[in-house]
C-alpha cells in the first residue's frame, strides 16, 4: 500500500513536468513556420525513424495578418481567435497533421498566446488569417467573443498603459507588451475561453504547450487556466496523462521575476543556457570549454528536472530579445553544430532543437533591421513548402538544422544515453574537452585552434574543429 501511494505521489509529481514523449525519445524539434502538411510529412518521413519525440509548432490560431510591405514572422503572435488557420494551414490540414505525428509516435506541442491578442494599433476589419471581423481600437474580438471588459487596462497603473520598468512586477503582469492588448486572466470568463482553445487542441491530440510570454502572465492566473485543462487523449496517451507545460520567460538575472516564481505550474524555458554556452564556444571574455566541467546548476541554471533548453530560439536567433549577440545561430555553422552537439550530449534539461528558415541579415549599428522577415512565401504571401533534396537537405531556404547530420545523430545519441551519468570528464585546460555518459557513450570536442591530431571523421568536411563521438547500446 505505501508502495503504491508513492508511485501515485510520484506519478503526480512528474505531470506537467513530463514531456510525454514516446520512451527512448528525448528531445523535441521546433519547425518554426513550418506548414502542418510538411510537418506531418516530416513526421512520417524523418523525424520518426531518426528518434525525435516530437515537434514545437507556430501558433496554430488565427493572427492578424500585417503587411508592411511583406509579412512578419511575429504577426503570428497577435492573436484575433482560437479558430484554427493560419499561414501553416486550416483546421482539417491541423489534425490531419496531429493524428499522423501521433501514429508514429511523434507528439505535437502547440505554442500558446494566451498573454494578449492583437496590438492596439492593429486596425478593423477582416484582415485575419480566417476572416475573423476585429476592431483593436474598441478590443472587440466577436470571434472568441472578448470585448473590453476582458483586458487589462483598468488594473495597469502605468500613464501610457505599456510596461515601461521591468523591474515593477505589477505593471510586467498587468500592462500591455509593445501595445499587445493585455487580457484580464483574473477573470474566469477569460481563463474559461483560453482553457477551451487549449482542451480543442487536447481533445485533437496535442501532447503539451509551450506558453508564450509567461514571464507578462501571473504565476497564479497560468494554474488557475491549467486547472482547467482535461487530461490528454487517450487514443494515444494512457490514461491519467497530462499535457506537457514550459512556460517561456525569460530570465537572464537582474529583474525581479524569476524563473522559480513558475515552477509550480511547468517547466521554463532556461535562457542562460544558450547565452552562456554561446559565449564559451565562441570564446568571449576569455571563456574555454574546460570552465564547461560543471555545466547545469553549477552555472546557476535552474534545476534540471524543471529546464526546457535550447541553444537558439525564434527570438534571439534574430539578435533579439534574450542573449544577444553572443547567441549561436545556424549563420555560424560550426560552432552551432559544436553547441547543439554539446547540448545533446549533456544530461541537463529537456533538450528542443531549432530548425530555421533562411533570411539576409542586414546589420545597421549593431541590429538587424531584417529580423522581422516572415517565412519563405509566395507572392501571394502564402508560405512556400518544405523541397527534399536528394542528399536529404532542404530546399526553398529551409535550413533544417535538425537534419544535419551531426545534429541528428546526435538526437540519436541523446536517446541511447538516456538516464545514464555523466562521467569520466576530461579535459586540456583549454578548449578540448571529453565525457562519457555511464557506459553507453562517450564524446569527444575540439575547439582549440591549434593545428595537430586530427582524429575525427569529420575533418573532410570541417576544420581541425571538431566532436567526435560513439555510442553503443547495451543489450
Ligand atoms: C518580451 C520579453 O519580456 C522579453 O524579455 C523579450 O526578450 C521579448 C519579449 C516579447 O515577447 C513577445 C511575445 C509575443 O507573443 C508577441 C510579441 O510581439 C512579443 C514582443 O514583441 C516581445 O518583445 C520584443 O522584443 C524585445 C527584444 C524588445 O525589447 C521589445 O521591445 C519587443 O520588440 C518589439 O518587437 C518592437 O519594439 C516593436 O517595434 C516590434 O513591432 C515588435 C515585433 O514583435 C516581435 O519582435 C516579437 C517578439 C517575440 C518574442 C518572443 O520571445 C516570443 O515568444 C514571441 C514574439
Ligand atoms: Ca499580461
Not at 503587411?67 to 491541423?94: A, C, D, M, V
Not at 466577436?142 to 497603473?157: E, L, W
Not at 492566473?221 to 482535461?230: G, H, P, R, Y
Amino acid at each position: 500500500m505505501k508502495a503504491l501511494l508513492l508511485l501515485v505521489a510520484v506519478g503526480l509529481c512528474w505531470a506537467q513536468y513530463n514531456p510525454n514523449t514516446k520512451s527512448g525519445r528525448t528531445s523535441i524539434v521546433h519547425l518554426f513556420e513550418w506548414r502542418w502538411a510538411d510537418i506531418a510529412l516530416e513526421c512520417e518521413r524523418y523525424l520518426a525513424p531518426n528518434g525525435f519525440g516530437g515537434v514545437q509548432i507556430s501558433p496554430p490560431n488565427e493572427n492578424i495578418i500585417v503587411t508592411n510591405p511583406w509579412r512578419p514572422w511575429w504577426e503570428r503572435y497577435q492573436p484575433i481567435s482560437y479558430k484554427l488557420g493560419t499561414r501553416s494551414g486550416n483546421e482539417n490540414e491541423f489534425k490531419n497533421m496531429v493524428t499522423r505525428c501521433n501514429n508514429v509516435g511523434v507528439y505535437i506541442y502547440v505554442d500558446a498566446v494566451i498573454n494578449h491578442m492583437c496590438g492596439s494599433g492593429g486596425g478593423s476589419g477582416n484582415g485575419a488569417t480566417c476572416g475573423s471581423y476585429f476592431n483593436a481600437g474598441n478590443e472587440d474580438f466577436p470571434s472568441v467573443p472578448y470585448s473590453k471588459s476582458d483586458f487589462n487596462d483598468g488594473k495597469c497603473k502605468t500613464g501610457s498603459g505599456e510596461i515601461e520598468n521591468y523591474s515593477d512586477v505589477n505593471q510586467v503582469r498587468d500592462c500591455r507588451l509593445v501595445g499587445l492588448l493585455d487580457l484580464a486572466l483574473e477573470k474566469d470568463y477569460v481563463r474559461s475561453k483560453v482553457a477551451e482553445y487549449m482542451n480543442n487542441l487536447i481533445d485533437i491530440g496535442v501532447a503539451g504547450f509551450r506558453l508564450d510570454a509567461s514571464k507578462h502572465m501571473w504565476p497564479g492566473d497560468i494554474k488557475a487556466v491549467l486547472d482547467k485543462l482535461k487530461n490528454l487523449n487517450t487514443q494515444w496517451f494512457p490514461s491519467g496523462t497530462r499535457p506537457f507545460i514550459f512556460q517561456e520567460v525569460i530570465d537572464l538575472g537582474g529583474e525581479p521575476i524569476k524563473a522559480s516564481d513558475y515552477f509550480g505550474n511547468g517547466r521554463v524555458t532556461e535562457f542562460k543556457y544558450g547565452a552562456k554556452l554561446g559565449t564559451v564556444i565562441r570564446k568571449w571574455n576569455g571563456e574555454k570549454m574546460s570552465y564547461l566541467k560543471n555545466w547545469g546548476e553549477g552555472w546557476g541554471f535552474i534545476a534540471s528536472d524543471r529546464a526546457l533548453v535550447f541553444v537558439d530560439n525564434h527570438d534571439n536567433q534574430r539578435g533579439h530579445g534574450a542573449g544577444g549577440a553572443s547567441i549561436l545561430t545556424f549563420f555560424d555553422a560550426r560552432l552551432y553544430k559544436m553547441a547543439v552537439g554539446f547540448m545533446l550530449a549533456h544530461p541537463y534539461g529537456f533538450t528542443r532543437v531549432m530548425s530555421s528558415y533562411r533570411w539576409t541579415r542586414n546589420f545597421q549599428n549593431g541590429q538587424d533591421v531584417n529580423d522581422w522577415i516572415g517565412p519563405p512565401s509566395n507572392g501571394d504571401g502564402s508560405t512556400k513548402a518544405v523541397t527534399i533534396n536528394a542528399d536529404s537537405t532542404c530546399g526553398n531556404d529551409w535550413v533544417c538544422e535538425h537534419r544535419w547530420r551531426q545534429i541528428r545523430n546526435m538526437v540519436i545519441f541523446r536517446n541511447v544515453v538516456d538516464g545514464q551519468p555523466f562521467s569520466n570528464w576530461w579535459d586540456n585546460g583549454s578548449n578540448q574537452v571529453a565525457f562519457g555518459r555511464g557506459n553507453r557513450g562517450f564524446i569527444v570536442f575540439n575547439n582549440d585552434d591549434w593545428n595537430g591530431a586530427r582524429t575525427s571523421e569529420e575533418y573532410a568536411d570541417e576544420s581541425h574543429q571538431h566532436i567526435t563521438f560513439g555510442s553503443r547500446v547495451i543489450p
